[in-house]
Structure formats: C-alpha cells, structure tokens
C-alpha cells in the first residue's frame, strides 16, 4: 500500500502519467477534487480502498460532482463563481467534454441528475438579476443547454434528485453575490434563504424555510435520504453572540427539525457546516467542520447527538457502508463509525466534496 | 529571504501567555475599539448638530460634518461583531454595496408619498435600511436627482432624521460596549470562552475588513477587464471612494499591528505592506475610480488590490496561525 501511495504521489507530482493507463485498475467508488502539492488542481477517482485511481487536470479549484446514474460518466464543477464544469469518463479516467456556463450565469459548484441518466441540473447564479437559477443539459446530445428556470430564490447552491420522483430539491442559501466583487456577500442585512422542491420544469412543489430569527443562517448543503428525507447543513452569517444549530432535517409538508450537539461542541463547528451526509444504512447524520477541524453525528431519527470526532480541515463526507468517510484539506481520507476502519493519507489537499459514484 | 527568516522565527512557539493575551485584548479594546466607537459617537453628534441647524443638501457645515462622521465609521466598519450587529445597527448605518439600487427607490418613495415617517426617531428605525445611514444621506446631499426630489421641506425632515438615526444607532453602539461588551470581550466567559477566542474575533474583524476593501471597495468598480463599473465605486457622488480605502487601511493597520505587537518583526511587515498601500493610493490620481475604464487606470488600482491582498496572505500564513486561528484548505474556504 505504502509503496503503491508513494508511487503515485510521485506520478501526481509529476504530472507525467498519461490517465488513460489507469482504465484497468477498475471503476472508481468516489470523485473528489484537490490541490496538487505544485498547487495545480485536480479532480481525483478514488476506489473504495482510499486509493486515487486517476486525476484530471483542471483550470482553476473545483467543488463537488454529480455522478451520472446509468453510464461510468460524472460531472465535476468549478468551485463558484466558476463557469466551467469537466464531463469524466469514470472508466478510462479521461474528461470527454467541458461545459461552460452561459453568457451572465456562473456554477455555484454542485448539478444532479435526473434517474434516468438523460437530464443533468446545475445551480446557477443569473448574476445581474441576483437570481437562482437551475440549469437544464441535455445528457443524451452531449450535453446540450435546453432549458432554465428559477431556483426559488437567490444563491442556490447544492441540488440533489428525490427519490423515485421527477424532482429536485434545492438549497437556496440566500446570498447574492455578483463575480465582480469576488466572494463578497452582498445582501447579508436582507438575506433569507429557503429550501426549495421543483419539478423538472420547474414548477415550485414546496419551499420551507427556517423561522425568522434564522434567517442569516445559509442553508447551503444538502443530502437525500432513500425515503425522501432532506437533511441540511446551515452556515451561520452574524456572529457568535448567537449560535444557532447548523444541522436540520426536513419531511416535505413539515418543519424544519434543527437538531445540536451540546453547547462546546457546538460551538467548535464555529457556526460553519462544510458538507452534510446520510450514512450508508440511513439511520445517522453526519456534517464535517472545517473551521473547527471536526465530524459531528446525529441520529437521522430521533435527531440527537450522537457524537464528534477530531478531524482536522474535514469537508468532504459521504455515507459509506453503515457509517461515513470523510476527505480533508491535510490529505486524510478516512472512515467514521463501524469501528473506524480506514484512514489513508495523500500528499494533497482535498477539496470541499467527496462525491459517491 | 527576511520573509523566510520570519517564518522560521515565528514557527516558533508564541511566547505569549494567557496574561499576555489578556494585555493585548485589554489595549485593543481601550485603545482600537472604544476610541474609535467614542470618535463615531461624537462626530454623528455634530452631523446631527449641523443638520438640525442648517439641512439644505449645499450647506458646507452640513457637509463637512457628514464626511467626518463618515470618516469615524469607516474606521470601525470591520468591527463587526458585539454591539454594531444588534438590531442590524451596523447595517443601519452602512447599507452599501447596495446592488439593486435600494437607497435610492427607496428615499424617493418616503419623498413621493410624504411619508410621515421621518416625525418620530423612535417611527424611523422601522424603516428600510436602505434609506437610513451614511450612504441614503450621501444622496440627499450629493445626488443631483435626489437632492432635488419633491418638497423640499420634506427632504430636509428627512435629513434630519436620517441624521438623528445615525446618532442614536453610534451611541446605542458605544453604550452597549461600554456597559457590557467590552467586558465580554476581555474577561472569558460565556460569548467568548478563552483569550484566544477573543483574539480570533478580532483577526477575524482584520482579515474581513482587508476583504471588504479589495473585493468590494475595489473590486465592484473595476468590474471585468471587458466590463469596468466606475458607477458601482463606494460614495463616488461626494468623490470618496478612494479615501474610503485610505481610512479603511488605516483603520486596519492600526489593529493588524496591535495584533501583531507580540512579534515585531510580523508587525514591522505589516507596516511595510501598509505602507505600501496607502502609498499606491494616495498616488493614484483618481477619487473615484473613473480611470478604471482605461487601461493604464485600471493598471494602477489592481496594483493597489494585489497590494492589499499581500497583506491579507500574510495575516493568513503568518498572523493567523499565532492567534490559533485554522488555516486549512477547507477552514478558509467559505462555501
């Protein structure tokens, strides 16, 4: 394992392995991207082995990914106010194709797909208006823009496909920000964010949105559950005289149910929630704290704590068998619950999202 | 190289302890933030003074006094936490950078339905923060369009009020710091657990308020290279954008030193990178960013934004890991 590692930091430091070799190694479990240590970028296929199996070249820091239901394909995005997004044969490890964004739109970094594989949906920022909007692609025509409508409102930024259903939900995080100032948030003082349920075209199904005293809290990530529960993870924007909780779940036709660890603990997530994931067997939650360098679990049912674990830089996480695996910004990947099994380092940076495949 | 000896030294351990960190929160408080927040206070004194003696938008006093008071809150603008976060105060006296053009469709709807509104202090702060503070009085005074709307014994209430508005919101600032908040900053407790959270608030005032001059301050104006957005420069109908980014620097390398005062050698690169900025500022040739639409203008004001984003690197890699501060990929990431 160490000499295999070794070998292929080497080949990402050095940037000569030509990807199509990997094609034989087998289909790679997770998609995440990274910073190479001669700080290029790269998106990464990794086995369920912690082991990186390919990565891609791209321009500029990337975020998270969309796998494509049916085909060894997946979109990967810029990190936003990024315009572009990398289609990747997931076999050979190769990008076929790249999407731009149109004209006065930019990604916010996350797109799904429809679950027969044929429609692939991003957020996207209509950046003059300070409008959401879900972009629709055509997967069958190369991935086509056909269409676009409204988010339910401003800043969308993670989008996932409901179970056995023609919808989507959206977590409209609320803040409008315009490319020419950077990151700055612009409307902080105004901000209301929501969670939004669309058809595919776009008709609104339902929004919910957190009580008013919550209002300047972004709900920003998003994970599906198989029965159709959303779970989101908040980004508090005042300060920390308040610190409201950053994990809630939500049943469509409910409230919001906000769930917190205990007071210290919470208050280590320093009101920022990186990523936010179902465990592989449904029955807990799970969101990383990069600030605060931790893991916090949740019982997806009762909504208690659970427990934290130290985890510093963790961002990426994703169910995995009946617990999680978590990527971080030091190189770790590793698991967490069932005993902790795996813990792999790579001699790069993980980037925000570990994606399923 | 002196660089590199810097980071060597500061790979160190920080000598400071938990009474040395006390010291330093102690000074910054008394010195940084009451100081400043006591000047905003007597300085929106004075522009409520000057616009209950005179309100017409060409009265010198009036003026002069608006851009004082304005000059004290950019220096306490990256303060934000505590007190200027109540009720949306801080808001309350700066909504800018306003996108959507809400201050001024919002002062010409109270101006066009004579809104009786502006009669009570207490009436006014229901209203939109859009049209309240520095920059809805800054059209009042300086909009050609604005300064002209309607009757003109409304406006004048209006400024008054919008004047009154800003006085109560800086005293209700100082007032909170002064009875309870400057405590909580300095002792731990239940806000604040430790000196070193204490001191992470306030890198975290540093690193956002350096942000907010190059990305907005600067950034909104230059737009793109195809698409320059002179119109969209901080306060440019009174010509202050520029010094805006001048006081705001100050402001900043006021704190980034006291900060830093543990090690001076960080402090003397502060100074530097300061120095250096301010420098590229004053000679730019240009108030209000109009050259951004020329290319040797726009030249000149990226260098003045790279410069200050030197100083937000080093306040990240250097200043940042002494205070405790996370300095992942990730924990710096905000997305």
């Excluded at chain 2, 001191?199 to 909104?220: C, I, M, P, V, Y």
Aim: glycine share 8%.
């Amino acid at each position: 394992m160490v000499n295999r590692r070794g070998f292929l930091a080497g080949l990402l430091a050095s940037g000569l392995v030509p990807v199509s070799t990997w094609a034989d190694v087998g289909s790679p479990s997770f998609l995440a991207a990274a910073r190479l240590p001669d700080d290029r970028f790269a998106l990464c296929g990794i086995d369920a082995a912690g082991m990186i199996l390919f990565h891609i070249p791209i321009p500029a820091r990337g975020h998270a990914a969309a796998a494509h239901p049916v085909r060894a394909e997946a979109v990967a995005f810029a990190r936003r106010p990024g315009t572009f997004a990398s289609i990747i044969n997931c076999a050979s490890g190769e990008e076929t194709a790249r999407l731009a964004s149109p004209k006065g739109r930019h990604f916010y970094g996350h797109g799904a797909f429809s679950s027969d594989g044929e429609t692939l949906f991003t957020t996207e920022n209509d950046y003059e208006a300070g409008q959401g909007r879900i972009g629709v692609w055509d997967a069958t025509q190369g991935y086509a823009r056909i269409a676009e409508f409204a988010s339910g409102g401003i800043g969308p930024h993670e989008v996932r496909l409901l179970p056995d259903s023609d919808a989507l939900v959206v977590a409209n995080g609320g803040i409008d920000t315009h490319p020419d100032s950077g990151r700055t948030k612009l409307n902080l003082s105004t901000m209301h964010p929501n969670l939004s349920y669309l058809d595919f075209s776009g008709t609104l199904l339902d929004q919910v949105d957190l009580p008013d005293d919550l209002r300047s809290n972004s709900i920003r990530h998003l994970d599906v559950s198989h029965d159709g529960q959303v779970a989101i993870g908040m980004q508090w924007q005042r300060d920390r005289s308040s610190s409201p909780a950053l994990v809630g779940l939500h049943n469509r036709g409910d409230a919001v149910d906000l769930m917190k660890a205990p007071l210290n603990l919470h208050r280590q997530a320093f009101g920022y929630v990186g990523s936010i994931a179902f465990s592989g067997n449904g029955k807990q939650l799970a969101v990383t704290c990069p600030r605060g360098g931790c893991v916090q679990v949740f019982d997806a049912v009762t909504c208690e704590f659970v427990g934290g674990h130290g985890s510093p830089d963790a961002s990426g996480i994703t169910g995995f068998g009946d617990g999680f695996i978590v990527s971080s910004g030091t190189g770790i990947l590793r698991t967490i619950g069932e005993g902790d099994t795996m813990s792999v380092n790579h001699p790069l940076e993980w980037d925000n999202h570990l994606v399923r495949l | 190289m002196l660089r590199m000896l810097v980071i060597l030294i500061l790979l160190a351990p920080w000598p400071a302890n938990a009474s040395d960190k006390y010291a330093m929160i102690k000074t910054i408080v008394r010195d940084h933030i009451l100081d400043g927040f006591n000047l905003l206070a007597s300085e929106t004194h004075v522009l409520k003074q000057a616009a209950d003696a005179n309100c017409s938008a060409d009265s010198a006093e009036l003026r002069a006094a608006w851009h004082q008071a304005f000059d004290a809150w950019i220096s306490v603008s990256h303060l934000r936490f505590g007190p200027s976060e109540t009720n949306d105060r801080a808001f309350a006296l700066a909504f800018w950078p306003d996108p959507r053009g809400t201050t001024p469709r919002s002062l010409q709807s109270l101006i066009d339905d004579q809104d009786a509104i502006v009669n009570s202090l207490a009436e006014f702060s229901d209203v939109s923060i859009a049209a309240r503070g520095f920059y809805a009085l800054e059209f009042l005074l300086y909009d050609p369009r604005i300064s002209t709307l309607g009757d003109a014994t409304y406006r004048c209430k209006l400024v008054q009020i919008i004047a009154a508005d800003i006085d109560a919101n800086a005293h209700a600032i100082l007032t909170d710091w002064i009875d309870s908040y400057a405590a909580e900053l300095r002792d731990p407790g239940d806000i604040y657990r430790s000196e070193d959270e204490a001191l992470q608030e306030l890198f975290k005032a540093l690193t956002a308020g350096l942000q907010f001059t190059s990305d907005t301050r600067l950034g909104r104006p230059m737009g793109s290279a195809e698409r320059p957005r002179p119109k969209r420069a901080e306060a440019w109908r009174s010509g202050r954008s520029r010094h805006n980014v001048a006081v705001s620097l100050t402001a900043l390398e006021d704190l980034a030193i006291m900060l830093s005062a543990p090690t001076p050698e960080l402090s003397t690169l502060f100074a530097t990178g300061f120095d250096k900025s301010l420098k590229k500022a004053a000679q730019l040739d240009d108030p209000v960013f109009a050259n951004v639409a020329t290319p040797v203008g726009r030249f000149r004001v990226e260098a003045l934004q790279q410069s200050i984003n030197d100083i937000r690197a080093l306040a990240a890699s250097d200043l940042g890991p002494t205070l405790g501060v996370a300095a992942g990929f990730n924990a710096l990431d905000g997305d």
